[in-house]
Each structure stands twice: as structure tokens, then as C-alpha cells.
């Protein structure tokens, strides 16, 4: 089993920075992909961030330019650095690690952590 252990929501007004932190314990062997997804109230969760292991990243458009997903291997850490926030911003934030085999996928979550912003 892989725990992904969040921090760093809050609360935060238009046009301020959170930085986001999630860390891998337990079974890490194997995680390709760490990454964040966000759920608002009424919608699907959706992808925001990902990064490989090799540091390829990928990024929602709607956070391109503002939010940057940065991992550090040695300690089993993924961030995510988000500037210039708008209410629309606002979720439940959740890690997500995933390992991937030749013929499946297998994904771990956090519990998830709270980011309200303010108009």
C-alpha cells in the first residue's frame, strides 16, 4: 500500500499563492506518476498537474501560466505552486500516485485538502 499524506490548503484572497505538499510513504516501489487532481462542489474531479518520474509534467489549461508541480524523488514529494489564484480555483485538492504496469494502472489518493479562494 502506498500513503499519500497532504498539506497546505487554505484560505487565500484573488490573486494570492498557496504551495500544496504531498508525501508518498509505505509501498513507493514503482510510482511512476504523482500528481494533483481537484474536485469542486456539483463537478467531476479533474486533473490539474502531473509529473513523471523523469519530470515530464503535464497541466490543465485552465492552471497553465499560474501553477507549477515540482517533485522530489528523495523524498517521495510532490508540490504544487499555485500563483495568482481565482475564486474558480477553489476545491478539494487531492494527491494522486500512480503505478503503472504493461497492463494496468494502479492509483493511490489522498485524503484531500481544502483550497478556497476569495473574490
Known amino acids: 500500500q502506498v500513503q499519500l499524506v497532504e498539506s497546505g490548503g487554505g484560505l487565500v484572497q484573488a490573486g494570492g499563492s498557496l504551495r500544496l505538499s504531498c508525501a508518498a510513504s509505505?509501498?513507493?516501489?514503482?510510482?511512476?506518476?504523482m500528481g494533483w487532481y481537484r474536485q469542486a462542489p456539483g463537478k467531476q474531479r479533474e486533473l490539474v498537474a502531473a509529473i513523471t518520474s523523469t519530470g515530464s509534467t503535464n497541466y490543465a489549461d485552465s492552471v497553465k501560466g499560474r501553477f507549477t508541480i515540482s517533485r522530489d524523488n528523495a523524498k517521495d514529494t510532490v508540490y504544487l505552486q499555485m500563483n495568482s489564484l481565482k475564486p474558480e480555483d477553489t476545491a478539494l485538492y487531492y494527491c494522486?500516485?500512480?503505478?503503472?504496469?504493461?497492463?494496468?494502472?494502479?492509483?493511490?489518493w489522498g485524503q484531500g485538502t481544502q483550497v478556497t479562494v476569495s473574490s
Open positions: 494522486n500516485a500512480r503505478k503503472s504496469f504493461p497492463t494496468r494502472n494502479v492509483d493511490y
Open positions: 509505505g509501498f513507493i516501489f514503482s510510482i511512476n506518476t
